[in-house]
Structures are given as structure tokens and as C-alpha cells.
């Protein structure tokens, strides 16, 4: 696996190349993916804003996250990562978008949410792609781990979008 900084490097090429932006809205990871972006030099040419929504009141006074999604199936779920990205990329205008909501630990976990539980949302100009993930670890790696995954992931799919 590549490691964050390279990976962060090859999403800003994709971008610059094409001449978009990508926005964050991350609550497990807390500015993680955000910190990863601009460790690249330039990267504000195509990373404007991004969003720490750590507590549940954030994803919906910031991103429009609906209050029945989270009462309902917990903030660590696809919809609620959906619409993190809908609502991050509507508020940045960014073509592209990252949202990640997840049990870090070491507490926290259920039978049906364990720890290392991690959802990821990935919006981009043909819709939004979503996967739930379990990472193996303790809390700082599995912060580790999804922040290398939202990353990867996204250089992915711009690279298939061509």
C-alpha cells in the first residue's frame, strides 16, 4: 500500500490535470485526509475547504446531514456518509468529494458496528460510490488505514472516470 503523502500527490496530478477540486468531510478521521492534502505543495489549487464533523450536531448544522439518518441508523452508516459528501461538495463546490464516519475505538464498538468499522462516501461528477470497511488496529491505526483508503480509493475512481 501506498503511503499517504504519495498517495495525496497522485490525487492532486489527477486533479490538477483535469482541472478540478475535491472537498473532505471527515468525522472519525477528524482533519486527517485534510492534513494528508495539504502536506502537498499546492495543493490549493485544487483543495479548497474541507469539514470536521466529529459530533453528530456538525454533519447536520454543516453538511445538511439529516437528523432522522443518524437517529436512526447511528452516524456510522452509508446514508449519513452520503450525505456528508453531498453536503460537503453542494457547500465547496468541489467537483470531487471524501466522507468518512467510523468507530475508531478503543469504545465505542457494537456487534453490528465493531471497532475499526469504518464508512466511506466518495462523490464525484457521476454520482457517489459508498463502502463499509473494517480496519484491524488500535485507534491510530485504524485512523491510519482509513485516511490511506479514502485517498487510494478516490485516485481510483478519478482515474476510472476518464
Not at 505543495?41 to 448544522?61: H, I, L, P, Q
Not at 436512526?72 to 471524501?98: F, T, Y
Request: aromatic content about 6%.
Amino acid at each position: 500500500m501506498l503511503n499517504t503523502e504519495a498517495l495525496a500527490e497522485q490525487l492532486g496530478q489527477a486533479l490538477l490535470a483535469r482541472g478540478q477540486s475535491v472537498t473532505t468531510a471527515e468525522s472519525c478521521t477528524g482533519g486527517l485526509i485534510a492534513g494528508a492534502i495539504t502536506d502537498v505543495a499546492g495543493s490549493s489549487n485544487w483543495f479548497n475547504r474541507g469539514f470536521v464533523t466529529y459530533s453528530n450536531s456538525a454533519k447536520v448544522d454543516m453538511l445538511d446531514v439529516p437528523p432522522g439518518f443518524i437517529q436512526g441508523l447511528g452516524a456510522v452508516s452509508e446514508p449519513v456518509v452520503a450525505a456528508m459528501v453531498q453536503g460537503a461538495m453542494a457547500a465547496s463546490s468541489a467537483d470531487w468529494g471524501i466522507a468518512v464516519s467510523g468507530v475508531a475505538g478503543p469504545g465505542g464498538g457494537s456487534a453490528d458496528k465493531p471497532v475499526g468499522t469504518v464508512w466511506f462516501a466518495w462523490g464525484s461528477p457521476l454520482g457517489i460510490v459508498t463502502e463499509r470497511c473494517v480496519f484491524a488496529g488500535d485507534r491510530r491505526e485504524v485512523r491510519q488505514q482509513a485516511v490511506a483508503h479514502a485517498l487510494g480509493k478516490l485516485v481510483q475512481l478519478i482515474k476510472e472516470s476518464r
